[in-house]
């Protein structure tokens, strides 16, 4: 899973609970840390790419950028032909 246009992908970090701990550093009573990935936010879209459709997927950020584009009336990076809501998986 990656963005078509800025390759935006997974990356992996840390959940942190919000526990208080304890003086001291005390092992037991420290907040737990938890490995955990972070998913952008990718949707499916039908582009228009030497003259064939091609179904690709956008993040967000480069959706709003050619929603922007258009309403600007610049001519977008990617001529996009319809928007399809991607299904939960």
């Known amino acids: 899973m990656k963005c078509y246009n800025c390759g935006k992908t997974v ?3 840390r959940s942190h609970t919000h526990h208080r701990g304890v003086a001291g ?3 037991k009573k420290r ?3 938890t490995q955990r990935i972070f998913k952008p ?3 499916v879209f039908k582009i228009l790419e030497e003259g064939k459709v091609k179904r690709v997927r ?3 950020k480069c959706a709003k ?3 922007k584009d258009i309403k600007d009336g610049v001519k977008p990076f990617l ?3 319809k ?3 991607q299904s939960a998986q």
């Open 79 to 81: 001529h996009v032909l």
């Open 31 to 33: 907040a737990p840390k």
């Open 11 to 13: 990356l992996f970090g």
């Open 65 to 67: 950028r050619i929603k």
């Open 58 to 60: 956008l993040c967000t």
């Open 83 to 85: 928007y399809q809501p």
């Open 41 to 43: 936010n990718l949707q």
């Open 25 to 27: 550093g005390r092992w």
